[in-house]
């Protein structure tokens, strides 16, 4: 498939406010892959992909995930985090995508996992430092992306733990493995 025949299948998925993001967040994508010898191409589409569902009604959400079984156990945890296992899902049926490392980046790209693959830390990284977000010290992460990824991941999924708890929500567990597992490699 060519990129302009996916890019506006996408875009029919979404606002364009998110299209915007979804097109930067594969391009910071393929800048990383470039860096850390992957394909840009399948980077590029992991980006274009990984908020497929994202825009799709809680309620349907919830009737996918029981239906098709797709982690249910994401249900008891905050409705963000849903997107990723259903638009994993939906890029599989709608858009044959088969590739298992796109597939796992589309669907822990919000929680992270033990054992990421690079292309999967990759599209966390970009999603959380493209261009057009503004956060307190993004700059010094957009940097540290570009000379160490692992140490990125790790500085990102202590900002995202920090947040759910300041909100007192619960915790995905695969976030607080990935946690683990990433300061154990120190």
Avoid at 36 to 58: F, K, Q, S, T
Avoid at 68 to 95: C, F, K, R, T
Avoid at 122 to 130: G, K, P, Q
Avoid at 148 to 163: A, D, G, P, S, W
Wanted: glycine share 2%; aromatic share 8%.
């Amino acid at each position: 498939m060519k990129w302009k025949d996916l890019e506006k299948k996408v875009e029919q998925k979404m606002s364009t406010e998110r299209f915007q993001h979804t097109l930067r967040v594969a391009e910071e994508a393929k800048k990383l892959a470039a860096l850390y010898d992957v394909d840009e191409d399948r980077a590029y589409e992991a980006g274009l992909l990984h908020d497929y569902a994202r825009e799709m009604p809680i309620e349907q959400m919830r009737e996918l995930i029981i239906q098709q079984s797709l982690m249910e156990v994401i249900l008891d945890y905050h409705p963000a985090i849903w997107h990723g296992p259903v638009g994993a899902y939906l890029i599989q049926q709608d858009l044959n995508v088969s590739d298992q490392d796109i597939l796992a980046a589309v669907c822990y790209h919000t929680t992270a996992r033990v054992g990421m693959s690079v292309l999967e830390m990759i599209i966390f990284v970009a999603d959380y430092i493209e261009p057009g977000r503004k956060l307190p010290a993004i700059d010094q992460l957009r940097e540290n992306a570009t000379i160490n990824l692992q140490e990125t991941v790790l500085q990102i999924l202590k900002n995202n733990i920090r947040y759910i708890v300041s909100r007192e929500e619960k915790i995905f567990p695969d976030t607080l493995y990935a946690y683990n597992e990433f300061v154990s490699a120190k």
